[in-house]
Nanobody, 122 residues
Framework: QLQASGGGLVQAGGSLRLSCAASGPTFSSIAMGWFRQAPGKERESVAAISWSGSSTYYADSVKGRFTISRDNAKNTVYLQMNSLKPEDTAAYYC?????????????????WGQGTDVTVSS
C-alpha cells in the first residue's frame, strides 16, 4: 500500500515536498517512481529511483528542479520540487514496481498510491 501526501497550492517559483509512505516488508528492494497527470493529459513519468537510491531518472521537464530520494528505514520516498512552474500543476502519484532497477515506463509499475494534487499559480 502506498500513501502519498504533501501536495498543495503554491506560487510559481515556490517549493513543495511530496512524500510516499509504503507498507510491506520488501520496500527496500523495489524501485519507486513518481508520475503526474494534468487535466486532459496522459499520465507521465516525473522521476524514479532504484532500490538503493544509487540510480535515478528525471523527465527532461523537471531536471535540475526536482529531486527524488528515499529513506528505506522509514519506507518512504520523497519528491522535492523546487522552482515550480504553472505547468507542473497536476495530480502526482507514487508507484512501486517488483524490480530493484528504475523504469520510466508507466506499465512497469504494478502498485499505485492515490494522487496528491499540486497546483502552481502564476
Amino acid at each position: 500500500q502506498l500513501q502519498a501526501s504533501g501536495g498543495g497550492l503554491v506560487q510559481a517559483g515556490g517549493s513543495l515536498r511530496l512524500s510516499c509512505a509504503a507498507s510491506g516488508p520488501t520496500f527496500s528492494s523495489i524501485a519507486m517512481g513518481w508520475f503526474r497527470q494534468a487535466p486532459g493529459k496522459e499520465r507521465e513519468s516525473v522521476a524514479a529511483i532504484s532500490w538503493s537510491g544509487s540510480s535515478t531518472y528525471y523527465a527532461d521537464s523537471v531536471k535540475g528542479r526536482f529531486t527524488i530520494s528515499r529513506d528505506n528505514a522509514k519506507n518512504t520516498v520523497y519528491l522535492q520540487m523546487n522552482s515550480l512552474k504553472p505547468e507542473d500543476t497536476a495530480a502526482y502519484y507514487c508507484a512501486a514496481r517488483d524490480r530493484s532497477c528504475i523504469s520510466s515506463n508507466y506499465g512497469d509499475y504494478g502498485y499505485w498510491g492515490q494522487g496528491t494534487d499540486v497546483t502552481v499559480s502564476s
